[in-house]
DNA sequence: ACCAAATGGAACATTGATGTTCCATTAATG
DNA sequence: CATTAATGGAACATCAATGTTCCATTTGGT
């Protein structure tokens, strides 16, 4: 719910839950606590799902292809932290840096260590391309012509070929 | 200054523009109109930016090219209008469907058919990718390390090829 | 210098979201 | 069934953003 609107009522957010407004106060003390919460939540949730993944082992390419599908899977939840920057705004300084940067960063650099990823580009272009990538494709699924299946595949496709015709050495299953 | 919150205070907006509160309310009835305004502006310059690429003449990958360049020079307008999903929405069946989609989308078809683009995923998906790339490297240019110039060349680089270390066949200048 | 227009500040009413309190109703547990 | 906890609705105070009015000041043109 706050992942569609960030400034979402909470009496919207309440009617959503199927709660009255004075259920919601009793449970978050304010909106704050509330985003705290569903930052925390989701934090977990994709630190869980990326996890699964384990990037750090297997080629570059299908870590890539894991951690897109991760990524994908908890697409609301990505779409909550990062859709609006000022969710995240009040935490960059304190503790963690991102939920998912450091592995990702370092999945990104070691492909283009194995000569896999473009190497002319940094790793942080490549981390927000497929960060971009990924919420493009939850986020206009529907809008595209697209399955809720046919995300990740299309995704890959794109982030790997760009939009040029592939040609056979670069051609995926 | 939309563009960055689209939440922003009037105080906030007139400080920014450097008057006064009530000077602002004086050229703009209410918030609607001054939205409405900067809804009309930005898409003028939207479209008289890319009007200027003449998409629809040359090589498709050319002309894809010279869009890029024409979107990232309206970055700040494509972010304010695009960015939050609720800017253009009271406008969806009123009148312009888009102010850049029909031709956009008409020279993804023109490059698919010559064999440029990738034939196996829909026009509008190629449409959404050009478009996150493109705000992915307005927006977080300098956390990409990228410096201004260096937006356009990113973006068309990884538009064309994705993050695979580019073919010979493929290479661009 | 003078006049007209525009500006910016202050004060005020209004509106919507928020947080709180109270109470009736419902659900859960013994 | 009786007791207890949880829920949802209503009412209220608060606060921030908004829109308005009034007035002193500044700006620009003559």
């Not at 569609?4 to 009617?15: S, W």
């Not at 384990?54 to 991760?70: F, H, K």
């Not at 040029?164 to 051609?171: D, F, G, I, S, V």
């Amino acid at each position: 719910m706050l992942g569609r609107d960030y400034h979402a009522t909470l009496a919207d957010i309440a009617d959503a839950a199927g709660v009255g407004r004075t259920t919601l106060h009793r449970y978050f003390s304010d909106r704050t606590g509330l985003i705290s919460a569903a930052i925390e939540d989701s934090i977990a949730a994709i630190d869980e799902s990326v996890a699964g993944a384990a990037i750090d082992q297997g080629s570059p390419i299908e870590a890539m292809r894991r951690l897109v599908t991760a990524m994908v899977a908890v697409g609301d939840r990505l779409v909550f932290l990062f859709g609006d920057p000022r969710v995240l705004e009040g935490r960059g300084a304190a503790g963690t840096p991102a939920p998912l940067d450091d592995p990702v960063i370092a999945l990104i650099k070691r492909g283009q260590a194995e000569g896999a990823f473009d190497p002319d580009v940094t790793p942080a272009w490549i981390q927000r391309v497929l960060w971009s990538l990924v919420y493009t494709g939850y986020q206009d699924a529907d809008a595209c012509g697209l399955a809720r299946h046919g995300i990740v595949s299309a995704v890959i496709r794109t982030l790997e070929n760009g939009i040029h015709t592939p040609t056979p050495e670069h051609r995926q299953v």
